[in-house]
């Protein structure tokens, strides 16, 4: 069994900053990719960014240059460090894997705010 937990998520003003950790334990092997989807109310779960074990990345569009995500492949951490958030950007974060034999992984997520 495969577990992912979230961290780092909270309420912020417009313009500042937030970092999410996710930390993978279990049975696991290769952990090929690791990233954040996000989810806002009503709507459908979305990509935010990943990276995959060799470093390469895919990032959202709508967060390139304000996020920026990092992985510590000894430790099985993803980092996901949010800077001028925006209202927009409220939504439950979700941490993702995928592992060999394409097996795919979701924390239970963690609600980022943005408001005033």
């Known amino acids: 069994q495969v577990q992912l937990v979230e961290s780092g998520g909270g309420l912020v003003q417009p313009g500042e900053s937030l970092g999410l950790s996710c930390v993978a334990s279990?049975?696991?092997?290769?952990?090929?990719?690791m990233g954040w989807y996000r989810q806002a109310p009503g709507k459908e779960r979305e990509l935010v960014a990943t990276i995959d074990i060799s470093g390469n990345l895919v990032i959202d569009d709508s967060v390139k240059g304000r996020f920026t995500i990092s992985r510590d492949n000894a430790k099985r951490t993803v980092h996901l460090q949010m800077n001028s958030l925006r209202p927009e950007d409220t939504a439950v974060y979700f941490c993702y894997s995928l592992m060999a034999l394409g097996r795919q992984y979701w924390g239970k997520g963690t609600l980022v705010t943005v408001s005033l």
């Open positions: 279990g049975n696991i092997d290769t952990i090929y990719n």
